[in-house]
């Protein structure tokens, strides 16, 4: 197991320190997901998370990104430490500064690639002219011919790319991508990295990448592999 | 302040833009569709109810006539007229009675109404001296001596202009005028016979008013409310037997009474269609919770609060809301006139322009909707975790308690229905008969489903493999109670409608007389006699009997004073409050049957037959002694028998039979009913001329014209069933929506192991037309048993199967359900299974 240092640093993106996920059963011992675990991501960096089926991958990612609390432990994301604060607090915090790229794309099925791509921007009512910027970030991987189409009018790629575009539109300081090309073969695959990486190098956005495929892990700065509730690097 | 309208500006703006989007949802359209048909159901009853409602108050006095009246069938005493001068107390007297007017060889039977010189008390009357001419304002006075004014359908009746001399009992009278508006005209229904006015001094010159015509006599009072409580005070102790008074508080004429009754019946229709609509509302916001569950949690992860969640729903449904109810409301204001012109005939007068009121009930009613059905089902997303986004095989997991979507549920029914009644108890019981029924189909469905299992050996493939798919029978009992309910609203009026008025005349012989002769008078009887033998060809081989009618109050039994308020029993309190009719038979009449005691034997000259149900709620006995106040005079006999009547069966009927001759020195008229041939029906005339006094009533036009107004008011209010429908296809689409992610899954499963369209189109549709025809028929049985219950509570009539309407259920639910059914899944017969699985 790897010791990374424990105090978040001007640099430092995401922390995590002795952070813990337990599941409590009724009929047996409680059942260990994420065991002890410190982590130490710098800001515009990017790691890859890999682990076997089942292995909590998705549990640290969620925990990491403040969608989901540890059992026990510290996680400062972007300087906070988010176990203190409750659900709206933690959605505030990543209002505009985190992006997310899914396996299943999660596009709305009744919104074009532009509403999609909007989407975001709408939160924020602080964001001027929203839709000339989710036009512009759709142009960037590819779909400027494509706004006005729904997600039922798009191939795999083309919505892997939207969820890009609406993943970067708000030039996030974190992107978090839960197996970004699971769902796609490995030509579109390989396209779909292509522009992430473009996109996360001219951000400087700091990229928590989990993944099955070794090849995509092996182009992250850094390589975890979660086995047995433990992190190490790889 | 600039500030503030640019954050309105920009909600306004989101919410616009979120509505577009929303738009493109089956979800949004299918609450949308169900929220206008509800929103228009409602409101075209209540700008209708609202209009005559404001008509009927305008009425209200002017019906009266006055601020107090007093009837009574005898001639009221002149100091009534006299004590209420002294007090300062405006008054005018009508004396009014059914009479038949003649010129050449027509004669129409008219209500004479001769009026003193005050008349009218309150309003104006209007009259044109010509057919096409508008009314003018003319004061009673200017009718001269030997002139009367008389309604439009007078004129048209007899194809005569106005200035045409005619025969009214022994008196020519001019018609120098056409009656447009009267204050007391009144509902115009049942009021068969045209108005004819004339001066109450030009009376007695026509002969027609004998102690024992059926005439009213009433006695018009007007003035401030302090004198006319005193003149209530004295007059209340003086009141003989026979006078009644009415004021506003005595509550509304019975016309506007069946109209305020008809207006709740409608409302309850479009209710029907609101509670279905919100079932479909209820199904369509699960399926929408369902697929929003993955928005949520992305809004979630990109930082929005549940804050900014609920209102985004709030703000969405409110939209959603409002548009269908404005709209709505528009296409309620339209419908409505469908419903005033189908309803005219119940309302005396043009009606008034519609208030804001029902404007406010549409929106209302939308808004409770959303809140009650949708609001519950969305707002428990607030509570969905963000990380769900990322559990891609987990089930959705959202705050199980249910307690709020059902109490929401509930109130939000209970708040329609009451928004419909504007009764606290009838809401209440009729939540309860609503939740009884829904109860009811959903066990009848469950059980029925799990007897089909056990006999599925027996089945066809098609409907086996259906049933035995997970969670089907769940799903299949949800289907047969949503559209059970609906069906049922539909085919119990379809049964009242068509079946109970089809089975009333059935009852009815082929010959049944079509015409009754009254106000026979007593020196007429054999002459009359002789010319109906002369006459007995025409008269299809039957022979009339002439009846003798004496008009008596029942005062005494056994000695005991009688007091109406005695009895609960509404027939008997009817019976004892007015003066009823006494006849003498020879023979028992037909269509009656003796059920106790024995029939006058020949020669006898004492005792009384009763009707047996009249006996039975006056609690009467054999022996029991009655006394009957008959113009005056005592007139007491012994009860010797009890008999059944056939009411119906177009016979003069008698609650009081007495036994010849006991009459005899009685104030009497006499009445008979005979059939004739309607291609002869000249012969009437040519009667009346031979008797100016008698009346001719032509039941047959009766008869027609009450069956149009009850056809037309069912139409009326199946115009409304037809949102039910309406209400039902949105339910059936709604349910079908909301199991579409479920059934999609299903076919794929069922596709990857081999299953052929032809199959797939066979299971369907064998599912659907089961669901459908278990639905028809539940809704079938229920309709039968509640329209054979209400046949027998209103029409007496006996219990009768309707197998018919259990087919015309059973194959209605079965190709409707199964055509929508088979319609909304077949798209999903053309994906290949693995695309099937790859959608979201």
Known sequence: MTQIPTAPSRNTSITSSHLSKKIPLKSAQDLIILDNITLHIETGTSVAITGTSGSGKTTLLGILAGLDLPSSGQVHLLGTEISQLDEDQRARLRLGKVGFVYQSFHLMSHLTALENVMLPLELDHTIAAPQQQATQALQQVGLGARLNHLPSQLSGGEQQRVALARAFVTHPKILFADEPTGNLDQQTGHEIIEHLFTLQAQYRTTLVLVTHDPALAARCERHYRLEQAQLELQ | ?840
């Not at chain 2, 508080?249 to 409608?266: E, V, W």
């Not at chain 2, 005219?344 to 029902?358: I, R, S, T």
């Not at chain 2, 008011?713 to 689409?733: E, M, N, P, R, Y």
């Open chain 2, 1 to 840: 302040m600039n500030s503030i309208n640019n954050v309105f500006y920009a909600i306004w703006q989101q919410g616009l833009r979120q509505w577009r989007r929303h738009w493109r949802m089956a979800e949004s359209r299918l609450l949308f569709l169900a929220l206008l048909v509800s929103v228009t159901a409602v409101s075209s009853v209540t700008f209708f109810t609202d209009r005559s409602d404001q008509a009927m108050q305008r009425q209200a006095s002017k019906i009266l006539g006055g601020d107090l009246v007093v009837q009574s069938t005898r001639p009221l005493p002149p100091v009534y007229q006299q004590h209420a001068s002294t007090l300062g107390i405006q008054s005018a007297a009508i004396t009014s009675f059914p009479s038949m007017i003649r010129i050449n060889d027509a004669s129409q039977l008219v209500q004479i109404r001769a009026a003193s010189t005050h008349y009218p008390l309150l309003g104006s009357l209007s009259i044109a001296t010509t057919l096409d001419q508008a009314g003018i304002p003319t004061p009673f006075s200017q009718l001269q001596s030997g002139h009367a004014w008389a309604e439009p359908s007078l004129f048209a009746a007899l194809g005569i202009q106005p200035g045409a001399t005619v025969q009214l009992g022994q008196s020519t009278v001019k018609l120098s005028a056409v009656i447009r508006q009267s204050p007391d005209q009144g509902a115009a229904v049942f009021e068969f016979m045209p108005q004819v006015l004339i001066a109450a001094k030009d009376l007695p010159a026509t002969g027609l008013l004998t102690p024992a015509s059926r005439a009213k006599f009433s006695l018009f009072l007007s003035g401030d409310s302090p004198s006319i409580q005193t003149y209530r005070a004295w007059l209340e102790p003086r009141l003989q037997t026979a006078e009644t008074i009415r004021s506003l508080d005595d509550g509304l004429p019975s016309m506007q009474q069946a109209l305020q009754r008809g207006q709740r019946f409608l409302s309850l229709a479009a209710l029907l269609s609101v509670i279905l609509a919100g079932v479909a509302i209820a199904l369509t916001s699960y399926s929408l919770s369902q697929r929003e569950t993955a928005t949520v949690a992305i809004l979630k992860t990109l930082g929005a609060s549940r804050k900014h969640i609920l209102l985004r729903y709030t703000m969405q449904l409110f939209l959603l809301a409002t548009s269908a109810a404005l709209i709505g409301i528009i296409l309620g204001f339209l419908l409505q006139y469908a419903l005033v012109y189908l309803l005219q005939d119940w309302m005396g007068e043009q009606l008034p322009a519609p208030g804001g009121l029902p404007v406010l009930s549409g929106l209302l009613t939308a808004w409770v909707m959303v809140l009650g059905f949708a609001m519950p089902q969305l707002t428990r997303l607030v509570t969905l975790p963000p990380v769900h986004i990322l559990q891609r095989h987990r089930p959705v997991v959202l705050n199980r308690t249910l307690i709020i979507p059902i109490l929401a549920l509930v109130s939000g029914m209970w708040m329609l229905i009451w928004l419909q009644v504007h009764d606290t108890t009838l809401s209440m019981v009729l939540l309860a008969g609503l939740l009884v029924i829904l109860a009811g189909f959903w066990l009848v469905a469950r059980f029925l489903l799990w007897g089909l299992q056990h006999m599925q050996r027996h089945l066809s493939r098609p409907v086996r493999a259906f049933l035995n798919l997970p969670r089907a029978n769940f799903r299949i009992a949800l289907l047969i109670m949503v559209f059970g309910v609906g069906f049922f609203s539909l085919l119990l009026l379809t049964a009242l409608r068509t079946d109970l008025i089809e089975r009333w005349q059935a009852t009815l012989p082929e010959h049944a007389p079509n015409y009754f002769l009254i106000n026979i008078q007593p020196h007429e009887v054999s002459a009359m006699e002789r010319t109906i033998r002369q006459y007995s060809q025409v008269l299809e081989g039957t022979h009339p009997q002439l009846y003798p009618m004496t008009r008596g109050r029942l005062t005494h039994i056994n000695g005991q004073a009688v007091v109406a308020s005695d009895f609960d029993s509404r027939r008997a309190r009817g019976l004892l409050d007015r003066e009823a009719n006494l006849s003498t038979a020879q023979t028992l009449p037909p269509g009656n049957t003796l059920t106790q005691g024995h029939w006058f034997k020949p020669g006898v000259s004492t005792g009384l037959s009763i009707e047996a149900g009249i006996a039975h709620v006056l609690r009467l006995k054999l022996g029991d002694i009655l006394t009957f106040d008959i113009a005056g005079e005592a007139f007491r006999q012994p009860v010797t028998s009890f008999r059944t009547v056939r009411w119906d069966n177009m016979q003069p009927n008698f609650f009081i039979l007495a036994a010849p001759g006991a009459l005899q020195d009685k104030p009497r008229t006499y009445m008979t009913s005979l059939y004739v041939d309607p291609a002869d029906q000249q012969w009437i005339p040519a009667l009346i001329r031979q008797y100016p006094s008698i009346s001719a009533i032509n039941i047959s036009t009766v008869l027609s014209k009450i069956k149009t107004l009850i056809d037309r008011a069912a139409f009326a209010v199946q115009t409304l069933f037809l949102f039910t429908l309406l209400s039902g296809i949105t339910v059936l689409f709604a349910a079908l929506q909301s199991q579409k992610a479920e059934r999609r899954k299903e076919i794929a499963i069922l596709k990857s192991m081999g299953a052929s369209h032809a199959y797939l189109r066979r299971s369907i549709i064998s599912e659907f037309m089961l669901i459908g025809a278990i639905a028809g028929l539940l809704a079938a049985s229920l309709a039968m048993l509640v329209s054979n219950l209400l046949a027998y509570q209103l029409f007496d009539l006996n219990p009768a199967l309707n197998p018919g309407l259990l087919l015309t259920g059973m194959t209605a639910g079965a190709l409707l359900v199964g055509t929508g059914g088979y319609l909304n899944v077949k798209g999903l017969f053309q994906v290949s299974p693995k695309a099937l699985f790859q959608e979201q």
